[in-house]
């Protein structure tokens, strides 16, 4: 027979680990994005602060010199921040699936006890 309160209490789980989920999703990608913007303007203001000192340059070698260390500046600093923003992505899927942890594993265990030996 079907049992109400047992069914409640289980919808009432479900939603409250979807919700956790959903909660710890939002913040991931929040700090995802807020260090995606500081990322931004460091980077525009950067270039800035470049062409300013490329335009005061006295010579073509030193013009040359400031735009090779520069470049070379702004491709390390590129591929850092890509790395921890992969990071934060690889957190983020960890802490959104951390609620289903404890619910995956005990559907797995009913399901083994269930299954004939």
């Avoid at 950067?46 to 070698?61: F, M, Q, Y």
């Avoid at 010199?65 to 899927?93: C, H, P, V, W």
């Amino acid at each position: 027979m079907f049992n109400f309160d047992d069914a409640n209490r289980k919808s009432k789980e479900a939603l409250d680990v979807a919700v956790k989920s959903y909660s710890a999703m939002t913040k991931g990608f929040q700090a995802i994005a807020t260090e995606a913007a500081d990322y931004s303007k460091k980077s525009f203001e950067d270039g800035v602060a470049h062409v300013e000192k490329l335009t005061s340059a006295k010579s073509l070698e030193a013009a040359f010199e400031l735009q090779t260390n520069y470049l070379k500046a702004s491709y390390e600093g590129f591929f850092a921040e890509a790395t921890k923003i992969g990071e934060m992505y690889a957190d983020l899927a960890k802490d959104a699936y951390k609620p289903y942890e404890a619910p995956v594993a005990k559907a797995g265990t009913a399901v083994k006890t269930a299954a004939p030996a």
